[in-house]
């Protein structure tokens, strides 16, 4: 994917929202406790063998090494996930210092929720205007 046909608002926009979740992240605690997670889920797998090599082969055996399995796999997915959209992130900084782009301020930030606000209020204008004229038909 290339970011050289990006706009600026986009890049801009994008970065935001991947920092936001990169200080929500970072700030939770929510990776060592996912860690854990993966390892409870290696557990139930070294466990699950070992009821099979002790006592045969057993449905609670089986469905300890599914569950590990199953546990272990979203663990890898969501910690290789993690790495990309730091990887993005990076790249999209990158872009940005390339091009040279400085941060837009607060207050046209202000803005755009302003005319945000005035464009709901016209739509809201515009279908109690209709509503009125289906009333009066």
Known sequence: MSMKKWTDEELISTRENLETWEKRSNSSGGSKLWLLTALLGAFAISTGVAFIFLDGIDVMSVILI??????CFSWYR???QRKDNIAFLDEIRKEIK???LKDITKSEDKGSEQ???????NKKELSAAKT???DKN
């Open 66 to 71: 599914i569950m590990g399995t199953v546990t």
């Open 78 to 80: 969501s910690d290789k």
């Open 98 to 100: 390339s091009r040279k």
């Open 115 to 121: 005319v945000g606000e005035i464009k709901a209020d």
């Open 132 to 134: 009125q004229a289906a």
